[in-house]
């Protein structure tokens, strides 16, 4: 019997396998099926093929566990293969366009036409998802790191707005001038600058919990108290130098000054000490939704990290939205203590003016975060705004002691800039106000948990009472206390009811940088 045997790729349950078909040319015939054309094949012949099919199983499965070559219907993984594919298509498949099936091999079994059978290929494609296709692709999944709770404690650093307003407390000049701020030779001694320029420092505590593993419903709050700069100045005489503190004299319509030393008669000696503070704290806590998330399908991997560290792969970003309650405190104390002795009247006199500002803000805020992590580096920004309403609070209070030689101290509601039945008591209005916020922060991660943070904070509050601005120059001297240091006769209230209350209102801003731990569990 004389023939030729033809190599050829069935497929069998998507799996390629390589077949031996026999053709008889003498009797011109062909088998029609593979059992068929072996049953004739000479002992030889059938060594051949087993040999052919032990090679190709060696070829085809080099990827699979080298003690299973030969069962290859049962073990050859369930992937589509081109067994001739070129360089270019053993490229991972995302790098890859998708092609189209070309020319099925026939199937085992299948009737063939007599004659010689050439070899053909065939490739087909695999399907992946679309963001193993595509650089960025948007994800459902928890992006940032995977602890449900977390919170943060920051010392804060921080610069607050100072008061431009505050009028002139204490001057000096010749003698024959009087201390008043229209003299040629008058000096102010305070305040000569804007108030609050040094830095102040407090503390933040953030925290946060999210409600489900996918990291896209939580809560979070936080809770800031800032001790503000503070303010002191501090001047005393034997008489001279000269100091006086000014005012404009609404009786006589002129500029005026109260003498606190001098050696001009009758002479005096004293003193003159200022003190200012401001305090800031908020308060807020908000819902918080994820709005979308990005994570890069072919991010390159984190280098020397610890396995215990719960890291993400490089370049994740989120953004969520915040909505929920934001309360701001800022309170204020400008303060002015006078001690003046004249000989001449065996008196000192203490005096004292208080200015007191309260400001409480309650409104709805909404922002936004936006988050970036980079293997042990992250990066935050978080803008707010807040609107709602401030009740701004002004409490003016003043009196002066006079004690005489071997006598019973005389105590007077009134001081100087702060008089009763004028602008003493507490007076409080309700104002629309916004308070804008935003923070930028880097974070590094120390340990598996712990988290070190550097950053950014800008707080800026519209329509707020400031103490400085709340002093009323002008004054009034016949509503000074009966006792006083300007006026030996008792006066008689009359004319103009000044001081008054301004209810006067400013921007207000706090700005500086935070230094902080965050721990997660």
Known sequence: MSGQFFPTIAVFRDIPVLTVRYSDRTAARTTDSWKSSMSTTPLGMHLLAAAMLLVASSVLGADQNPNSTIDLLDDWPRQRINPRRSDAERRPAYQRVPGQLVTPPPQVGASLPVGDIELQSFETTQEYPQSMLNPVAMIASPVGPPEAWWVNAEYLHWWIKGMKNTPPLITTSNFSDGGRVDATSTRILFPTNTLFRTPGFGGRVRFGHWWNTEHTEGIVGDLVALNGPDERFSITSNGSPLIARPFFDTATA?????????????????????????????????????????????????????????????????????????????????????????????????????????????????????????????????????????????????????????????????????????????????????????????????????????????????????????????????????????????PTPSGPRDPRPLFADAAFWAQGLNLGLEYRF
């Open 254 to 490: 002129s500029q005026n000054a109260e003498i606190v030393a001098t050696t001009d008669v009758p002479s005096r000696s004293g003193g003159v000490a200022v003190e200012a503070n401001s305090d800031l704290y908020t308060a807020g806590i908000a819902w918080r939704w994820q709005l979308g998330a990005l994570r890069p399908a072919r991010a390159r991997p984190c280098r020397n990290m610890p396995a215990s560290f719960q890291f993400l792969p490089s370049g994740d970003i989120r953004l969520d939205f915040t909505c929920g309650y934001r309360y701001a405190r800022l309170q204020e104390r400008l303060s002015i203590y006078e001690d003046v002795t004249i000989p001449i009247r065996s008196t000192r006199f203490d005096v004292e003016d208080h200015f007191r500002t309260t400001n409480d803000f309650n409104g709805a805020e909404i922002g936004l975060n936006y988050m970036h992590h980079h293997c042990r580096w992250s990066f935050a920004l978080q803008p707010r705004i807040a609107f709602g309403s401030v009740r701004q609070r002004t409490r003016i209070d003043g009196g002066t002691r006079a004690t005489t030689s071997g006598g019973t101290p005389i105590i007077e509601s009134g001081g100087l800039l702060a008089l009763s039945g004028t602008n003493i008591g507490t007076f409080t209005r309700d104002e629309f106000s916004i308070l804008p916020q935003v923070d930028a922060r880097f974070g590094y991660r120390i340990k598996d948990r712990l988290t070190l943070t550097l950053g950014y904070s800008l707080v800026y509050w519209m329509r707020v009472a400031r103490p400085g601005e709340q002093i009323d120059f002008s004054v009034n001297p016949n509503y000074l206390p009966s006792s006083n240091p300007f006026d030996p006769s008792p």
